[in-house]
């Protein structure tokens, strides 16, 4: 009782709640990380993952990859940014956790994307094909709205998985919530540790609430997914 | 700042360290073991207690659901400072995470035994401990491996962030590594991690062909 006292008084200091290490801060640093992350990685796995859908070509392979590419550790990919962001000049901080996570998103919004548009009724592109539009139109007008759904089931799972991923970005001097973990665990500080712990939990279930919110305003109600029916892989797996 | 000189890999600081590079190993192997055995355990009273009850499916997986939603590190340092920086604390946080694949894995291979299956069975008259152990658990394997498989290689994964914590296996390999800027340990760390999970994921592989010979066909 005396502990979530403790985190309580945390979380209502006035004090925590301004100047560089303000609880605003660490959410907007954390935010801005996983935001430019996940923009990386969807201006890369996006078209990748429409044209391999589209063509089928290089399918086998850029899958497996990806695949394998799904099964790595988070920590891993943190491990290996460290040394390619002081290769690159790029010192500490913001770059490395942006080198770790964009190779942690891609995977997730590309395999979902190529079989979101694998995925789609083969009768629809044929048909689409046989009313005179060209394969970009088909791309555009057919695969994309009807696959829709689960190409921002992907976005979705690789935005929670960046966003819980973030935290890690303390360890190497990045800024975000993590900071409340990695220093209350340094300082033995636990209504800090707590409080950040909370914060993290907090943060990534209100981005994946609204990344189903964004689902349900861009796709068409005719096409909204029966997730039980389904049985969705979600393979983001644990963060 | 800049490391400029270091090397990604010093062969020395591996010749010199195999003991210990073993010894985490074998520590990794050890804390993602108990986790799936102690997941899959419990998984499996969940998911014959949902046999027992449907209605149990929705609270239990949705429990599950949100565990799974919580960041790794902010469930162990939740749990920090109740249970210390001790393999319990590791061990609570690996196991909720196994419940949700595991526990729908198990019910959905359960169910998707072929109702001629189970009438044949009772028409024999099998009672029902020996439906399910004797039927409907060797027909549900392979989807049951195939949950192990995932919760296995996710468990893998995470057991690198318990070093945080103080534990971690190879995890404080990488961790060492990154607070010192020193490579090596990093390298290894990664590396061995990344072997051990697709190691685990095709000795699975192979055990679910060895239980479930027809499976091998489709995939």
Redesign the interface.
């Known amino acids: 009782m005396t502990?979530l006292g403790a985190v309580w008084a945390w979380l209502t200091n006035s004090v925590h709640w301004q100047g560089s290490d303000g609880i605003p801060t660490r959410i907007a640093e954390h935010l801005w990380i996983s935001g430019v992350s996940v923009f990386i990685a969807l201006v890369v796995a996006l078209p990748l993952g429409l044209l391999i859908g589209h063509t089928n070509r290089g399918a086998l392979v850029t899958v497996s990859i990806m695949n394998?590419g799904r099964?790595?550790?988070?920590?891993?990919f943190?491990?290996?940014a460290?040394?390619a962001s002081?290769a690159l000049?790029l010192?500490?901080g913001f770059w490395p956790t942006v080198i770790a996570l964009v190779p942690l998103a891609i995977p997730l919004m590309l395999v979902n994307t190529y079989a979101a548009i694998r995925g789609v009724d083969p009768d629809l592109v044929e048909a689409a094909r046989g009313m005179g539009m060209r394969e970009l139109e088909v791309l555009g007008k057919v695969e994309v709205p009807v696959a829709l759904p689960l190409i921002i089931a992907g976005i979705r799972n690789a935005a929670?998985t960046v966003?819980?991923?973030a935290?890690?970005g303390a360890?190497?001097a990045g800024g975000g919530l993590?900071r409340y973990?990695?220093d209350?665990?340094a300082r033995q500080d636990?209504a800090r540790?707590?409080a950040?712990?909370?914060l993290?939990?907090l943060l990534?279930?209100t981005t994946?609430v609204a990344f189903a919110v964004i689902e349900r305003l861009v796709v068409s109600p005719g096409l909204r997914l029966d997730r039980e029916r389904l049985?969705l892989p979600d393979?983001g797996?644990?963060? | 700042?800049?490391?400029q000189g270091e090397p990604?890999v010093r062969f020395d600081w591996i010749g010199n360290n195999l003991g210990l590079i073993g010894e985490r190993l074998w520590e990794h192997i050890f804390l993602t073991v108990l986790a799936v055995g102690l997941g899959l355990a419990i998984s499996f009273g969940l998911s014959l207690a949902i046999r027992w009850n449907g209605r149990l499916y929705l609270p239990i997986t949705s429990i599950a659901g949100?565990l799974?939603?919580?960041?790794?590190?902010?469930?162990f340092?939740?749990l920090?400072?109740f249970t210390g920086l001790s393999i319990l604390t590791a061990e609570i946080g690996l196991v909720s995470?196994t419940l949700l694949i595991l526990t729908r894995n198990i019910v959905?291979g359960l169910e998707g035994v072929p109702a001629d299956a189970r009438e044949a069975a009772i028409g024999m008259g099998y009672t029902a401990r020996q439906l399910l152990l004797r039927v409907e658990l060797p027909l549900a394997l392979p989807v049951i491996i195939a949950g192990v498989r995932?919760a296995t290689?996710?468990t893998?994964?995470?057991v690198?962030?318990t070093?945080?914590?103080g534990q971690g296996g190879l995890?404080q390999f990488?961790?060492q590594?990154?607070?010192r800027?020193f490579?090596t340990p990093?390298?290894v760390?990664?590396v061995l991690?990344?072997a051990l999970?697709?190691a685990a994921?095709a000795l699975l592989v192979g055990l679910q062909r060895a239980v479930a010979p027809w499976t091998a066909v489709k995939r």
């Open positions: 502990l394998v099964a790595l550790p988070s920590l891993a943190l491990a290996f460290l040394p002081f000049n010192g500490l929670v966003v819980a991923t935290t890690l360890l190497v993590g973990i990695v209350g665990l636990y540790l707590l950040g712990a909370i993290v939990a990534s279930i994946e049985a393979a797996g644990a963060r | 700042m800049t490391i990604l949100v799974y939603t919580i960041p790794s590190l902010a469930l340092a939740l920090v400072p995470y959905g995932v290689v996710t893998i994964g995470l690198t962030v070093a945080l914590i995890g990488i961790l590594g990154i607070q800027f490579y990093l390298v760390g990664a991690s990344i999970a697709i994921d």
